[in-house]
């Protein structure tokens, strides 16, 4: 293969090609698809064991403040719906950017740390939002860092065997950050994931990557796994992609994410608005959407994929497939996509389009398979 | 003998039925192919005309009749169980028999010697 300039390489490029990986261009990177097992073998290693995943494309972004870590928080919510000053130090929150026009940007991961704050972007949208975030957080040192790596480990065993390798990462919760040696790597470790395991995201030096990947697929149990894998398992536990199934169109609401605006950013919170799009997204709260993100179970064995025109069974448009593929665990093909108010509630017959043929499709609940994160229990 | 065509198909020939289906270097190429639908038995046939949707987890793609002629059995098999196309493509995982239309040769199509070439 001619080594092409313009596309981009992680750290652990030489790993995945010394273990045949299926390599393919995603996000300006050359990644790969799947390993040897394939992606079937793969996602069910995962939702059945522990599977490593090279995820060094997405954008590291840390933000900090000469005021502190609350002043940058505080301009932070600027760009997002989330409540961002509730979130304490060691634990991690899922958020917006969204657009003026109430869209969405892209999704991210916060990490609040005792100092500074700690994101993870989406790698297709990393340079527009470094940008965006350097222009927008006045005031504000935000800095990328192109220099580290990110690994997932993901899966019911993953506690376990980060557990073996870093003891005190058997005390995380899910949401939790803390900096751990693992295996006498320094490591910013997350529990959190984009499987709907149990698992943690683990951010290293890009020098050390190599040594942590190998020290992780030597463990008993662990396997790695590409991001055709990441891709059937995230859709299985009911997660957006951003481009497929967020964008600049939809709204949060619609996307059925109102779960991570915070109450003190809704109408008669504390902290309501102030951010772009506010009035859309808050109106959709109350009003609810014109059209909602929703899961598509589906007759058949034919996966319907993104674009997939969907309509009621009385012939009116009803919307379209945003993500779509076969769900290994299921066997059987499972959609998401965004629908009209009166199609999205669970149970509703709707129809695909696929190839001149009409395919019976129903809302069903998500996620698909069901989460399986450790969180804190409720005392 | 084996025949192989540009689009990765195998053709062997009894007579004038053919059987055909897709090479192990397409199936590896598909990854864990999920889904397969074929022609109807009975239908006619032009060379190039789509008449097998594959699915992978990945992606769709289609596949051709290599020639014309009336298609006379397809394998059920796959339908049910679309995984014997990546186990075993040269065998269990045939796709469907076809009478060849009248005065066709296989002789333009690859040898195997010739398929290898191609695919290196």
Not at chain 1, 31 to 38: E, I
Not at chain 1, 218 to 234: F, I, K
Not at chain 2, 64 to 92: H, T
Request: overall charge negative; aromatic content about 4%.
């Amino acid at each position: 293969m001619t080594p092409d300039a313009s596309v981009q390489t992680t750290p652990l490029t030489e790993r995945h090609r010394a273990l045949g990986a299926r390599m393919v261009p995603f996000a300006g990177y050359e990644m790969p698809l799947n390993y040897q097992a394939g992606i079937v073998q793969e996602h069910l290693h995962c939702r059945a064991d522990a599977s490593v995943f090279d995820v060094s494309h997405m954008g590291q972004i840390e933000i900090s403040s000469p005021d502190g870590p609350d002043a940058a928080a505080r301009a932070l919510e600027r760009l997002v719906p989330a409540d961002l000053l509730a979130l304490r130090p060691g634990r991690q929150r899922y958020a917006v950017l969204t657009t003026p026009d109430g869209g969405i940007r892209d999704d991210i991961m916060v990490a609040r740390l005792e100092d500074r704050l700690a994101l993870v972007v989406n790698a297709g949208c990393k340079q527009d939002d470094f940008a965006y975030l350097s222009d927008a957080l006045d005031g504000c040192d935000v800095v990328m860092h192109s220099d580290r790596a990110l690994i997932a480990l993901q899966g019911p065993r993953a506690g376990a065997v980060l557990a073996a390798l870093a003891g005190d990462s058997a005390a995380m919760r899910f949401m939790d950050v803390r900096a751990l040696n693992v295996g006498g790597i320094p490591a910013l470790v997350t529990r959190s994931g984009y499987t709907g395991e149990d698992g943690f995201e683990l951010s290293v030096a890009a020098g050390a990557v190599e040594g942590l990947f190998d020290l992780l697929v030597s463990q008993e149990h662990v396997a790695p796994a590409g991001l055709g894998a990441r891709d059937t398992l995230r859709l299985e536990a009911g997660l957006c992609l951003m481009g497929n199934d967020l964008d600049a169109t939809t709204s949060p609401v619609e996307a059925a994410l109102e779960w991570s605006i915070g109450k003190a950013r809704r109408t008669g919170g504390a902290r309501a608005g102030g951010f772009p799009g506010d009035a859309r997204i808050l109106r959709e709260i109350e009003e609810g959407p014109s059209r909602r993100r929703v899961g598509l179970a589906v007759e058949g064995r034919a996966p319907i994929r993104a674009g997939t025109m969907l309509s009621t069974e009385a012939g009116a448009s009803a919307g379209a497939v945003t993500s779509g593929s076969h769900s290994p665990s299921l066997n059987r093909p499972v959609a998401m996509g965004y629908v009209t108010r009166d199609a999205a509630e669970i149970g509703t017959r709707l129809v695909a389009h696929l190839r001149g043929r009409e395919v019976p499709v129903t809302v069903h609940k998500l996620p698909f398979v069901e989460a399986r994160q450790k969180r804190a229990s409720i005392s | 003998m084996l025949k192989y065509t540009e689009e990765h198909e195998w053709l062997s020939a009894e007579g004038d039925t053919v059987t055909v289906g897709i090479t192990a270097f397409a199936a590896e190429q598909l990854g864990d192919i999920v889904f397969v639908e074929l022609p109807e038995v009975g239908a006619e046939v032009e060379t190039g005309q789509e008449i097998v949707t594959i699915e992978s987890v990945k992606a769709a793609s289609d596949i051709g009749a290599p020639i014309d002629g009336e298609i006379v059995e397809v394998n059920a098999a796959i339908v049910e169980e679309p995984s014997l196309v990546n186990s075993d493509p040269l065998g269990e995982g045939w796709f469907f028999k076809l009478r060849a239309a009248e005065g066709t040769s296989l002789d333009a199509f690859m040898d195997k010697a010739a398929y290898e070439a191609m695919t290196g």
